[in-house]
């Protein structure tokens, strides 16, 4: 990754670098989990509680008509301990703002262990 910034400003740019690393270490830490026995029955266990929401579909179809070009996003499901699970996509985009909040403020099981990264990726293709 290039540095966007002038050493003038490297200190204002910090905290936007340190969100990137952060992402970055979060999701490899979601990759691994999804690696792991624990986090691929995990994986199954929260992707099936995620599709018998009934007003989930909806609303990820809902996503892909208010943003109907190709769409592609990553991330993760972050769990940790006191506060509600939130879903993290990148790149960033009005499409992704939707997803996560689709996919967030539901009831799913809770997680092997906290804090917790679940892996999540999602593709749309207006032509298929």
């Given at each position: 990754?290039?540095p966007?910034?002038?050493?003038?400003?490297?200190?204002?740019?910090?905290?936007?670098?340190?969100?990137?690393?952060?992402?970055?270490?979060?999701?490899?830490?979601?990759?691994?989990?999804?690696?792991?026995?624990?986090?691929?029955?995990?994986?199954?266990?929260?992707?099936?509680?995620?599709?018998?929401?009934?007003?989930l579909?909806?609303?990820?179809?809902?996503?892909?008509?208010?943003?109907?070009?190709?769409?592609?996003?990553?991330?993760?499901?972050?769990?940790?301990?006191?506060?509600?699970?939130?879903?993290?996509?990148?790149?960033?985009?009005?499409y992704?703002?939707?997803?996560?909040?689709?996919?967030?403020?539901?009831?799913?099981?809770?997680?092997?262990?906290?804090?917790?990264?679940?892996?999540?990726?999602?593709?749309?293709?207006?032509?298929?």
């Amino acid at each position: 990754m290039k540095p966007a910034c002038l050493l003038l400003f490297a200190l204002a740019c910090q905290p936007v670098l340190a969100a990137v690393d952060d992402f970055d270490t979060k999701l490899a830490k979601a990759r691994e989990n999804l690696a792991s026995e624990a986090g691929a029955a995990y994986d199954r266990k929260l992707g099936l509680a995620m599709q018998a929401l009934p007003a989930l579909v909806p609303a990820m179809k809902d996503c892909a008509t208010r943003h109907p070009e190709q769409q592609d996003v990553h991330g993760y499901f972050e769990f940790t301990a006191g506060a509600p699970y939130r879903v993290v996509l990148r790149p960033a985009s009005p499409y992704a703002g939707c997803l996560e909040k689709a996919l967030s403020g539901h009831d799913v099981p809770a997680p092997p262990q906290l804090p917790w990264y679940n892996h999540f990726l999602f593709a749309t293709d207006p032509a298929g």
